[in-house]
């Protein structure tokens, strides 16, 4: 199994809702990813966690509050959005990169977030 | 992480090998380069990744200079589904327990044409 599943595919939320995005693995990758991708755009890096902790925020504002409860699961929490957080958010698993083996990183086929 | 710069767009007759070109001019020595694809709408796909040597695979070939300073994927026989935003990134190690950052740089927007 190498695959790396998102829930939901797509999702709309308003300014005061609370929502969260999941990702799943299990090919026992202890390091995972979240990417916002705007259209258009490359994936831009927001959250690394290694071995269940974070270990990398790319300066994400606080109304994105990640959770990583168990070494096949990565949760993405989102509060009070604003519209242009609107993308597609792409989650990632990969081994740690000093484990000498294939580092490759696998993604999910992202969640479809629009704001209104 | 190094930078990266590849070109904008490219086309490429379908059946003909596609060479994508890449260079990091500023690479160290403790870094790979990593070349993914993302098909529109889809995640990224891992494609190959290289240290010095060549590297081939079912998917690629990757060609890296003798001084690492430029790289090129070649697909030896492009699809219509190879049509696809081609990215070459340089990843670091990291020390221990850090993961390893993957950050993408604008990619090459490859076009396989009949």
């Known amino acids: 199994d190498t695959e790396v599943t998102q829930t939901p595919k797509h999702l709309v939320m308003g300014m005061t809702n609370k929502k969260s995005l999941k990702c799943e693995q299990h090919m026992g990758h202890r390091a995972m990813y979240w990417y916002k991708q705007k259209a258009k755009k490359p994936p831009e890096l927001m959250f690394v966690?290694?071995?269940?902790?974070?270990?990398i925020n790319e300066s994400v504002p606080s109304r994105f509050s990640p959770e990583c409860p168990n070494s096949s699961l990565l949760n993405l929490h989102l509060h009070a959005l604003q519209p242009e957080d609107s993308a597609l958010y792409l989650c990632?698993?990969?081994?740690?990169?000093?484990?000498?083996?294939?580092?490759?990183?696998?993604f999910g086929q992202g969640t479809r977030l629009t704001v209104v | 992480d190094a930078k990266t710069t590849q070109p904008t767009s490219m086309d490429c007759a379908e059946g003909r090998a596609a060479n994508l070109p890449c260079n990091h001019s500023?690479?160290?020595?403790?870094?790979?380069v990593y070349w993914y694809r993302q098909i529109h709408s889809q995640g990224p796909q891992y494609i190959i990744h290289g240290l010095k040597n060549n590297e081939t695979n079912e998917m690629a070939s990757l060609i890296i200079t003798e001084d690492r300073k430029s790289s090129t994927l070649i697909l030896p026989h492009a699809t219509l589904r190879d049509t696809a935003v081609y990215y070459c990134?340089?990843?670091?190690?990291?020390?221990?327990?850090?993961?390893?950052?993957?950050?993408f740089g604008q990619g090459t927007e490859l076009s396989v044409k009949p």
């Open positions: 990632a698993s990969s081994h740690d990169i000093l484990r000498g083996e294939n580092t490759e990183a696998f």
């Open positions: 990134i340089v990843r670091s190690f990291m020390i221990y327990n850090q993961g390893g950052k993957l950050i």
């Open positions: 966690y290694s071995y269940e902790k974070l270990s």
């Open positions: 500023t690479i160290s020595g403790n870094e790979y």
